[in-house]
């Protein structure tokens, strides 16, 4: 079975470029989440939906970043205009949320480390 | 605040030595505990996840311990390899409505041969 499929894996761009992330979950999850990496604040949720709906966007830094979802097989993470801080590793993952609100475990794809010169 | 604390921040053993990894939270309320493994450039992989009943969970040399009562957890790794050299993340989950995680910032971990 294919895991969570995240694309590109490396992004470089120059400040004030648009970057879109891009992310595939597992087939049959309802729950995706959106996560940032640095060594300095390790991981951080941005947000996360559930069957398609975003759910809490409360960990989204700025207006800059934006994650849409239009279908269940798809999702997108997009910063314009972009900076130097947001450079990180950002993650996707995905589970299968049970009623009763208690998270499944949550598969996460390899990561797109972005750096933003 | 719901906090997940680890200690220590980084650890170096010898292979096949024993080690500790050491969780402490605040989160509340408490549905689960989990444990992830996250190799230098991936993604985190779960290794186990324990509930509010459960004490202790092992999946392979991997021994996770859980006391709710002190809200304190351990990951024990016994007869360390190589391929254990990875940093190795505690997360909670409040559960409720939302299945929003906390996580702590890790321990990495370092077997040498």
């Known amino acids: 079975d294919a895991g969570v499929i995240q694309s590109p894996r490396h992004e470089v761009t120059e400040m004030g470029q648009e970057v879109t992330l891009r992310c595939k979950p597992i087939?049959?999850?309802?729950?995706l989440f959106w996560y940032r990496q640095t060594m300095m604040r390790g991981l951080e949720l941005l947000i996360y939906f559930n069957n398609n709906v975003p759910i809490d966007d409360s960990g989204m830094p700025e207006d800059r970043f934006s994650a849409k979802m239009p279908n269940a097989s798809f999702s997108t993470l997009k910063i314009q205009p972009s900076e130097p801080r947001d450079s990180a590793v950002y993650f996707c993952?995905?589970?299968?949320?049970?009623?009763?609100?208690?998270?499944?475990?949550?598969?996460f794809g390899p990561g797109t480390r972005l750096t933003v010169l | 605040k719901n906090q997940v604390e680890q200690s220590p921040q980084s650890l170096i053993i010898l292979e096949g030595k024993n080690c500790t990894l050491q969780?402490?939270?605040?989160?509340?309320?408490?549905?689960?505990l989990r444990w992830y493994k996250q190799d230098t450039g991936r993604g985190p992989v779960s290794l186990t996840i324990m509930t509010f009943s459960e004490n202790t969970k092992s999946n392979g040399r991997y021994t996770a311990t859980l006391d709710a009562d002190t809200k304190q957890s351990s990951l024990h790794i016994t007869a360390s390899q190589l391929s254990d050299s990875a940093s190795y993340i505690c997360?909670?989950?409040?559960?409720?409505?939302?299945?929003?995680?906390?996580f702590g910032t890790g321990t990495l971990l370092a077997v040498q041969p």
């Open positions: 969780c402490n939270y605040t989160v509340s309320p408490f549905s689960n």
């Open positions: 087939s049959g999850h309802n729950s």
């Open positions: 997360v909670v989950s409040p559960g409720g409505a939302t299945n929003k995680l906390i």
């Open positions: 993952a995905s589970s299968t949320r049970t009623s009763g609100g208690a998270g499944d475990t949550q598969y």
